[in-house]
C-alpha cells in the first residue's frame, strides 16, 4: 500500500480509532468498575461479580498492542520523510511503551489465576488472598504509569513531525506537543507519590489538549482529503 493514498491514510486513522474506542474500555471503563485503590476485599468482589467484564479487559489490552504494533509502524513510513530521527524516536518510544504494556499484563493475569481456583495458590484464602490480588492490581496501575511516560515521549516526537509537516494543520502537532507535558507530568507525579492539588489540575487541563490533539488528528486521516504533493516531502531530514 502506497504511503500517502486515500486508504493508507484512512487505514491509519482507523487504527488510531480502534485504539481509542479498544484501550477506551480496557484501560479506562474495566478497572473502573474493577479497581478500588486499597480496598483488597472489594477489588476481589468486584473481579468475582464481573468476572467476564474483567476478562474482556484483558482481551481488549490484547487487541490494543496488535493495534499499537501496526500502528507504530504505519506512522513511522508517513513520518520518516519529515524528519527520519524524529520519526525514529516516535516509533522507538511508541514500541517501548507497547512492551511495558504487554508485560504488566502479568498482573491482571495473576488474579485471574488466583480466583479462577486453578490450584496454583492454595494455602492463601481470606484476607490473604483478598491482599495479594490487589497487590497484583497496584501493580498494574504502576506499570500503566511507566508506559505513559514513554507515550508522552512518542507523542512530544509525533506533535512535532506533525508540526513540522507541510501537510497537517500545525495546531494539531501543538496540541499533542503540550499534551506530552500532561502525560509526562501525572506519570512522575503518580510514581513518586506527589499528591498536589496544583500539580493535578495542571497535568489534567494538559491531557485533555492531548485528547483533543490526537482525536482530531485521527479524523483528519480518516476525513480529510491530504496534499502531499509537496516539493521537499521525499527529502529525508535528520537532526
Do not use: C
Amino acid at each position: 500500500m502506497k504511503v500517502g493514498s486515500k486508504s493508507y491514510l484512512k487505514l491509519t486513522g482507523l487504527i488510531y480509532l480502534l485504539i481509542a474506542i479498544t484501550g477506551g474500555f480496557s484501560i479506562g471503563y474495566m478497572p473502573n468498575e474493577i479497581f478500588v485503590s486499597g480496598d483488597g476485599m472489594m477489588t476481589t468482589q468486584n473481579i468475582i461479580d464481573h468476572i467476564d467484564l474483567f476478562r474482556l479487559g484483558i482481551a481488549g489490552d490484547i487487541f490494543v498492542l496488535i493495534f499499537e504494533v501496526l500502528l507504530t509502524v504505519m506512522l513511522y513510513r508517513l513520518f520518516k520523510s519529515v524528519n527520519a530521527t524524529m520519526a525514529l524516536v516516535a516509533t522507538f518510544a511508541r514500541l517501548a511503551m507497547s512492551f511495558i504494556m504487554g508485560i504488566n499484563l502479568i498482573n491482571y493475569l495473576v488474579p485471574l489465576l488466583i480466583l479462577n481456583k486453578t490450584g496454583y495458590f492454595i494455602g492463601i484464602e481470606g484476607n490473604e488472598l483478598n491482599w495479594v490480588v490487589l497487590i497484583f492490581m497496584e501493580a498494574h496501575k504502576f506499570g500503566e504509569y511507566i508506559w505513559q511516560l514513554f507515550f508522552g515521549l512518542h507523542l512530544v516526537t509525533l506533535g512535532y513531525l506533525v508540526f513540522k509537516s507541510s501537510y497537517f494543520p500545525k495546531i494539531l502537532g501543538i496540541l499533542m506537543m503540550i499534551g506530552s507535558i500532561g502525560y509526562a507530568g501525572d506519570s512522575l507525579a503518580r510514581l513518586l507519590l506527589i499528591n498536589n492539588d496544583v500539580i493535578s489540575y495542571l497535568t489534567t487541563a494538559l491531557l485533555v489538549a492531548a485528547v483533543l490533539g490526537e482525536l482530531a488528528f485521527t479524523f483528519w486521516l480518516l476525513i480529510k482529503k491530504i496534499n502531499f504533493r509537496n516539493p521537499n516531502i521525499n527529502q529525508i531530514k535528520t537532526i
